[in-house]
């Protein structure tokens, strides 16, 4: 049974921008509050690998945070946003297991986006429950957290063990008939390929052919070229996505091609 989750949305270890934001979440803050629980295990993992610098910036930000956040901003370097094009994602869950609490914890993202992620996922509640977020938030930042309960298992996982599959949220209806539902369309399909595939604007299913790579590819990155009225903001790091997901999508044709021969 699922009790409380929280997918945040962040750029890739290894892409130069730092950008973070949701893509949906569970998280009751009343009753058992399963979700502050989640949020503040999250943050407990995480935070100590977060340097002193980062770590001293997080009482003003959970300060601005109890009025509910101003998006977009920056915090701790990282831009916070609604969109999540071309962002990985780390889900993070508390569920029941045959009588047992579990909170299963992503461990293949940066830390720091985990704990913006969780923040903001506190700042997005009700006042009540965003103001009993943010408390549980503030005291491991302090050090004055005094864990899980003893019965409490946490167990870490890493996206790819999801198998392309989303869980649906607790406060999401059932899945409609009338054909699979895309995320089980990326079933067997690894972060990286997804990602890139969602970037050059593959759906699920459809196959990745070298001709049609090079065409997306340039009609994306003219698009997103300033002479063609891309933002010059963002066009570095838009160009470097795409030049990116090709790259990913070209060895996945090229292996393509060597199993069929």
Same mark, same amino acid.
């Given at each position: 049974?699922?009790l409380?989750?929280?997918n945040v949305r962040?750029?890739?270890r290894?892409?130069?921008?730092?950008?973070?934001?949701l893509d949906?979440a569970?998280?009751p803050?009343?009753?058992?509050?399963?979700?502050v629980?989640?949020?503040?295990?999250?943050?407990a993992?995480n935070l100590?690998?977060?340097?002193?610098e980062?770590?001293?910036?997080?009482p @003003?930000l959970?300060?601005?945070?109890?009025?509910?956040?101003?998006?977009?901003r920056?915090?701790?370097r990282?831009r916070?946003?609604?969109?999540?094009?071309?962002l990985?994602r780390?889900?993070h @869950?508390?569920?029941?297991e045959d009588?047992?609490?579990?909170v299963e914890?992503?461990?293949?993202?940066?830390?720091?986006p985990?704990?913006?992620?969780?923040v903001?996922?506190?700042a997005?509640l009700?006042a009540?429950?965003?103001?009993?977020?943010l408390d549980?938030?503030r005291?491991?930042?302090?050090?004055?957290?005094?864990?899980?309960?003893?019965d409490v298992?946490i167990?870490?996982i890493?996206?790819a063990?999801?198998n392309g599959i989303?869980?649906?949220?607790?406060?999401?209806?059932?899945?409609?008939?009338g054909?699979?539902?895309?995320e089980?369309l990326?079933?067997?399909?690894g972060?990286d390929q997804?990602?890139?595939?969602?970037v050059?604007?593959? @759906?699920?299913?459809?196959?990745v052919?070298?001709d049609?790579?090079n065409?997306?590819f340039?009609?994306?990155?003219?698009?997103?070229?300033?002479?063609s009225g891309?933002?010059?903001?963002s066009?570095?790091? @838009?160009?470097a996505?795409?030049?990116e997901?090709r790259t990913?999508?070209m060895?996945?044709a090229v292996?393509?091609?060597?199993?069929?021969g």
């Open positions: 049974m699922l409380a989750e929280l962040h750029t890739r290894h892409m130069p921008t730092r950008r973070v934001a949906g569970y998280l803050a009343s009753g058992p509050a399963h979700g629980a989640l949020l503040a295990a999250l943050v993992t100590p690998a977060i340097d002193q980062q770590r001293e910036l997080l @003003r959970l300060h601005d945070a109890r009025r509910g956040l101003a998006i977009p920056i915090a701790l990282h916070l946003q609604y969109d999540v094009h071309g990985d780390s889900r @869950r508390m569920v029941g009588g047992r609490l579990v914890l992503d461990i293949h993202g940066a830390p720091i985990q704990v913006l992620g969780a903001m996922g506190a997005a009700h009540t429950g965003r103001a009993v977020a549980a938030i005291r491991v930042v302090d050090g004055r957290w005094g864990g899980l309960a003893p298992e167990r870490v890493a996206e063990a999801w989303r869980p649906p949220l607790a406060s999401a209806g059932e899945w409609k008939p054909g699979p539902p895309e089980l990326w079933r067997g399909v972060p997804r990602w890139a595939m969602e050059l604007g593959l @759906r699920a299913g459809m196959d052919e070298r049609d790579l065409r997306r340039r009609r994306l990155l003219r698009d997103a070229h300033p002479d891309g933002a010059s903001a066009a570095a790091s @838009r160009i996505e795409l030049t997901a990913i999508l060895s996945v292996e393509a091609v060597a199993a069929e």
